[in-house]
């Protein structure tokens, strides 16, 4: 007994109709982690320019981001690191290992602001300020995406229903 199967040639626009439908709506051309390394990289610079400012600015514009992408907390969470203390540490670790005074001043701080006599301690409350600059920054960016209106070409079109009375 012998069996014939015809084969169809397969429909290329029944799967370029499913392909576009599941595709994001809000998808970006630049993937997160590209941003991520490009922001790093511009705080850090900026940190060793002294732009003090900078983590709060990318904070901004990854609130900016995350509003559009709806990131999760864990992920919010690491960009926050990302952007605000990994530059500015690795900036202090850079300057300490070029032979500048970084523990000592850190030391000198504390002891004048009341704190333990503790150079960790200081860098510590050094790295926080941009990790807040940042929670801030992200913050102020979410918010100030949902002061402005959706885009109503994203929104599903209306269905109307013709010769229904």
């Not at 007994?1 to 630049?30: F, I, N, S």
């Not at 610079?45 to 609130?63: D, I, K, Q, R």
Request: aromatic fraction near 6%; charged fraction near 15%; include cysteine.
């Amino acid at each position: 007994m012998t069996t014939d199967t015809v084969v169809e040639p397969r429909d290329a626009a029944a799967e370029e109709t499913a392909d576009a439908g599941q595709r994001h709506p809000r998808a970006h051309p630049l993937p997160a982690p590209a941003l991520t390394a490009a922001g790093t990289v511009a705080v850090g610079l900026g940190a060793w320019a002294n732009l003090w400012y900078l983590p709060f600015a990318a904070g901004v514009a990854a609130g900016l981001y995350g509003a559009r992408r709806r990131p999760g907390p864990v992920r919010a969470a690491a960009l926050a690191l990302l952007l605000g203390p990994v530059p500015w540490g690795a900036l202090l670790a850079v300057r300490a290992l070029r032979g500048d005074a970084v523990a000592g001043t850190a030391h000198t701080a504390a002891a004048l602001a009341g704190l333990p006599a503790s150079a960790v301690v200081t860098i510590v409350l050094t790295l926080l300020v941009p990790l807040l600059q940042t929670a801030a920054g992200s913050w102020f960016g979410r918010a100030l995406l949902r002061c402005f209106p959706e885009d109503t070409r994203r929104q599903a079109p209306e269905r109307t229903t013709e010769g229904a009375s």
